[in-house]
């Protein structure tokens, strides 16, 4: 499945594009996440790899990822899922 969490904007004079705020593209695999983020137009070279792999949305990518099918989850249970799946191996 395919994740969203909530637009944020995170500095008032964010640069272009992140104006409007930003948010985060997660999956259950990492075939599912780089396979969807090609469809909605991302770069392969977006992806973050770190703790939580994602790639970062514009709130145009967003919307556009929502009308694709991806299901909205906050960020804290995102966070608290990937670490529990971590744990458990």
């Given at each position: 499945?395919?994740?969203?969490?909530?637009?944020?904007?995170?500095?008032?004079?964010?640069?272009?594009?992140?104006?409007?705020?930003?948010a985060h593209?997660?999956?259950?695999?990492?075939?599912?996440?780089?396979?969807?983020?090609?469809?909605?137009?991302?770069?392969?070279?977006?992806?973050?790899?770190?703790?939580?792999?994602?790639?970062?949305?514009?709130?145009?990518?967003?919307?556009?990822?929502?009308?694709?099918?991806?299901?909205?989850?906050p960020a804290?249970?995102?966070?608290?899922?990937?670490?529990?799946?971590?744990?458990?191996?």
């Amino acid at each position: 499945m395919i994740y969203i969490d909530e637009l944020r904007r995170w500095v008032p004079n964010a640069p272009w594009p992140f104006r409007d705020g930003s948010a985060h593209l997660t999956a259950d695999s990492l075939d599912q996440l780089h396979t969807f983020a090609a469809i909605i137009g991302l770069k392969r070279s977006w992806f973050q790899d770190g703790r939580i792999p994602h790639y970062d949305l514009t709130s145009k990518k967003h919307a556009l990822a929502v009308r694709c099918g991806a299901v909205f989850v906050p960020a804290k249970e995102q966070a608290r899922k990937r670490i529990a799946a971590r744990a458990t191996g």
